[in-house]
Structures are given as C-alpha cells and as structure tokens.
C-alpha cells in the first residue's frame, strides 16, 4: 500500500481582532485512507501575544496514512476560537487546506472565514459576545457545495510548516 507521512506543526495564527487565541484541527480524508499513526484531530494551546498581533502556537503534526488510491487525499480543516477574560470561548474563523500532494517541506497559509450573520446577530454579538456558528463544521469540507449558501466575512490566517513524505506512490503508477 502507498503511505503518507506528515510531519509539521500549526505555527500561529495572524490578522485576528482578538487575542487569547487557540486552534481546533482535524485531518479529513477520503474512504480508501486509513490512519497508521498519529492522532487525527487535536487543540493548541492558549496564546495571548503581548508585543504584536501574531499568535504562536507551535503545535506537532505527526500522521502516518496508507492508502490504496488518490481519491480522498487528505485535507486539514481549522477553527480559531478566542477565549475571553472569564474563559468563555467563541469561535473565530473556520478554514481548511489541502494536504500538499509532492514531498518536501512546504509553509502555508490558510485564510479563515466566519458566518456574517444578520444585523441583529452582528450588533449582539459587539455587545454581548459569540456570534453565529456552524453546526458541523467538518462537514463543509466534505461537501463544499453548501459553503455557498453562507454569508461570510474574512477572519484571519493560520500558518502551518508541513513535511510530506511519499512512500510506495511508484508502485500505483503515481510518480513524485
């Protein structure tokens, strides 16, 4: 069988309207993947920047993958959430990437998006905190089509470092 190896870390995050900020992630992959190793969904920790607006949250990716075809290749959905003074969390920003597909080490940025809301929902939200949120987050990377019906504004990015290690591609007739 093919293998995938992932080996990185989510470094931060950047361009958020608050501080105290920690992450939600999770690997999605298709029917023909399985998971050898590693954890497939995870939570940094809390990080409150004190100089200047960049997160840090330099959290370890390690995912080892077998696969017997293509299909379904990975991807890596984020939430960003804000815990406030009294530790009451909200979400921030959804996003999600692709896994890069050619070996090597690759930095990338995945900019994040959250639900607008209606006028009511946005002057609550100034005053009282939350705000609107998915239901299933992880099913929008699944299906894609319904990202479309949403009203959604620009949040912030996540910056990841991720190393991709193919192994046994050859042999399916993928060349890397």
């Not at 075809?69 to 999600?96: A, C, I, M, N, T």
């Not at 939350?130 to 910056?159: I, N, S, W, Y």
Request: aromatic share 10%; glycine share 14%.
């Amino acid at each position: 069988m093919a293998e995938l190896h992932l080996i990185g870390q989510i470094v931060g995050g950047s361009g958020f309207p608050h501080r105290r900020l920690f992450c939600k992630w999770g690997l999605h992959a298709g029917g023909a993947w399985k998971l050898l190793s590693g954890l497939d969904s995870g939570q940094t920790q809390v990080d409150d920047p004190q100089a200047d607006d960049v997160t840090y949250w330099c959290h370890p990716l390690d995912v080892h993958f077998v696969t017997k075809g293509l299909q379904g290749w990975p991807k890596l959905h984020l939430q960003v959430w804000h815990q406030d003074e009294l530790g009451r969390s909200e979400v921030l920003g959804y996003g999600f990437c692709h896994v890069p597909v050619t070996p090597g080490c690759h930095p990338l940025a995945c900019v994040t998006w959250r639900p607008r809301g209606t006028w009511r929902e946005r002057w609550s939200q100034r005053w009282l905190g939350g705000g609107p949120q998915l239901r299933a987050p992880p099913h929008l990377v699944t299906a894609a089509t319904d990202r479309f019906r949403l009203r959604t504004e620009a949040a912030g990015t996540v910056h990841l470092q991720l190393g991709v290690v193919l192994r046994h591609f050859g042999r399916f007739g993928v060349e890397c």
